[in-house]
């Protein structure tokens, strides 16, 4: 079952007459990808003053110094140029030709700017640099820069806000809602692994391990070793190892009434207890055991709880409630 979709590209840059838009008094408007468009320019030393320094005081400004002969320029330039249009109007994209500027060129590097090693990319807010980086990036590292930008000047990628809507309704059991909002934000941002990791804990609750492991396997290759897509991988191997034990959750929780001390059943009812959703349950048997005896079966109850943080995501409550109380029962 196909439970997300992403967004078709759309090839053709004609404008059909129909589609344009119309303000209140009739004027045409620019459409969304008009106005995406508007946010990647040309930089030369006339205009970079005004499409740099000036634009930055509204917002973000990247400037990407690129040449020709520049290998390097030609792989990060696109990647640039998509999450500027990922960004929806929220940054600016300004590409500088440093052979076509040498004049400019040169009084950038008087200020102290390290042209002379491209791919170079510079961040302006407020007409001062913020940051920079140099070389070609994975767009995974491009897309944190972009982050950190933002975040400097109070904003944030459009799909943030759908990242953290569908990581509340999935805290909330709705997961249902949380698929649909990290598939929309998955269609502006399909290089970040938060949604990634988002979007497989969601379709693993909403339809099982086998739905989940399928999106998984369309992560790209260079998230793969990215903790939020590692933690989504461990979900799903504990749901899978967990399915055996709900059908036995009953018989266990017999044993342990018998047995208080019976750690295997204990360690066996946490696994069928994550599995059912029941985190917090989850967690308590484990630490009931590393409390008795922290040494059982080779640390296993430990290790398994930290296997649990790992699925549940390091800044999920359930995760930080868990690690306070493993720390005090470690340490006192």
């Known amino acids: 079952m196909k439970l997300f979709k992403r967004r078709a590209n759309q090839p053709s840059q004609n404008t059909n007459p129909s589609s344009v838009l119309l303000n209140e008094n009739g004027v045409a408007q620019q459409t969304t990808s008009q106005q995406n468009q508007a946010m990647i320019i040309d930089g030369n030393q006339h205009n970079f003053m005004q499409e740099v320094l000036e634009s930055s005081k509204e917002i973000p400004v990247m400037?990407?110094?690129?040449?020709?002969?520049?290998?390097?320029?030609?792989?990060?330039?696109?990647?640039?140029?998509?999450?500027?249009?990922?960004?929806?109007?929220?940054?600016?994209?300004?590409?500088?030709?440093?052979?076509?500027?040498?004049?400019?060129?040169?009084?950038?590097?008087?200020?102290?700017?390290?042209i002379q090693s491209i791919p170079l990319v510079a961040a302006f807010w407020k007409g001062q640099i913020i940051d920079m980086f140099q070389g070609s990036q994975p767009e995974s590292a491009v897309q944190q820069f972009v982050d950190h930008i933002l975040k400097a000047a109070g904003s944030a990628m459009p799909s943030a806000d759908f990242i953290e809507e569908g990581q509340q309704a999935l805290n909330e059991g709705?997961?249902?809602?949380?698929?649909?909002?990290?598939?929309?934000?998955?269609?502006?941002?399909?290089?970040?692994?938060?949604?990634?990791?988002?979007?497989?804990?969601?379709?693993?609750?909403?339809?099982?391990?086998?739905?989940?492991?399928?999106?998984?396997?369309?992560?790209?290759?260079?998230?793969?070793?990215?903790?939020?897509?590692?933690?989504?991988?461990?979900?799903?191997d504990l749901a899978k190892e967990g399915a055996k034990a709900q059908s036995e959750a009953d018989q266990l929780m017999d044993k342990i009434k018998a047995?208080?001390?019976?750690?295997?059943?204990?360690?066996?009812?946490?696994?069928?207890?994550?599995?059912?959703?029941?985190?917090?349950?989850?967690?308590?048997?484990?630490?009931?055991?590393?409390?008795?005896?922290?040494?059982?079966?080779?640390?296993?109850?430990?290790?398994?709880?930290?296997?649990?943080?790992?699925?549940?995501?390091?800044?999920?409550?359930?995760?930080?409630?868990?690690?306070?109380?493993?720390?005090?029962?470690?340490?006192?």
Request: hydrophobic residues 40%; contains cysteine; negative net charge.
């Open 63 to 114: 400037v990407d110094f690129w040449a020709n002969w520049c290998a390097p320029c030609k792989q990060l330039t696109p990647i640039l140029e998509k999450i500027t249009q990922s960004a929806r109007g929220r940054i600016k994209l300004v590409k500088l030709d440093i052979d076509a500027n040498t004049a400019l060129v040169q009084q950038l590097m008087q200020i102290g700017l390290p």
């Open 174 to 236: 709705q997961a249902d809602k949380a698929v649909a909002l990290f598939s929309q934000a998955l269609e502006n941002e399909p290089e970040r692994p938060e949604i990634w990791g988002g979007l497989i804990r969601a379709v693993l609750a909403h339809s099982g391990p086998e739905d989940a492991q399928n999106v998984l396997n369309e992560v790209p290759k260079d998230l793969l070793e990215h903790s939020e897509i590692t933690g989504a991988q461990a979900a799903i």
């Open 259 to 332: 047995d208080p001390n019976d750690f295997q059943a204990r360690y066996d009812l946490a696994t069928a207890l994550n599995a059912s959703g029941k985190k917090r349950e989850a967690a308590d048997e484990l630490l009931k055991i590393i409390q008795s005896d922290r040494q059982w079966n080779d640390e296993g109850a430990k290790k398994q709880l930290l296997r649990f943080f790992e699925a549940w995501g390091v800044d999920d409550p359930i995760t930080l409630e868990a690690r306070r109380r493993l720390s005090s029962l470690l340490f006192s």
